[in-house]
């Protein structure tokens, strides 16, 4: 099954918010450190947030926050929240000539999904973290004039 280029855009819009929680995010930071267009976060932050997986709050103060902390929230509920919510084999299933297709079909969807939904922000977000640290640190030691040993 391919994914398209939103439910990418959102699951990694969504674990920019992890590494943030519970901190909320303006949308310009968002896109700056996803490197995803302002106007595609516009569109997919609007759409995490029909499917109430995000919160938005405007004004000076405000930003995108997680609804739920990271260990609460799966990748699968953002890829159900972008994806068709059915298998692509559903015009099988009337057919009794086309039941094992269908069945086949049908257990490869479930298969797909199924690392998504064990899967949360919370796995996604450690790596993400240590990847922004050890850039602030080697950014700090360009500043200082230090190399990295």
């Known amino acids: ?9 959102a699951i990694r819009l969504m674990a920019e918010l992890a590494a943030r929680w519970p901190h909320a995010a303006k949308a310009a930071d968002l896109a700056t450190a996803t490197q995803i267009t302002p106007m595609n976060v516009q569109k997919t932050v609007h759409a995490l947030g029909r499917a109430h997986l995000i919160e938005t709050e405007r004004g000076r103060h405000g930003g995108v926050r997680l609804v ?7 990748i699968g509920e953002i890829v159900r929240a972008f994806e068709p919510k059915d298998c692509p084999a559903n015009f099988l299933v009337g057919s009794d000539r086309d039941a094992a297709i269908s069945d086949l079909l049908f257990r ?4 797909f ?4 939904e064990s899967a949360t922000l919370a796995d996604l977000e450690k790596p993400l973290r240590r990847q922004k640290i050890a850039r602030a640190t080697a950014e700090a030691a360009a500043r200082s004039g230090d190399l990295p040993a």
């Open 1 to 9: 099954m391919w994914l398209n280029q939103q439910t990418l855009d």
């Open 68 to 74: 739920r902390p990271v260990d609460a929230i799966t």
């Open 108 to 111: 490869a969807h479930r298969g």
């Open 113 to 116: 999904f199924q690392p998504l």
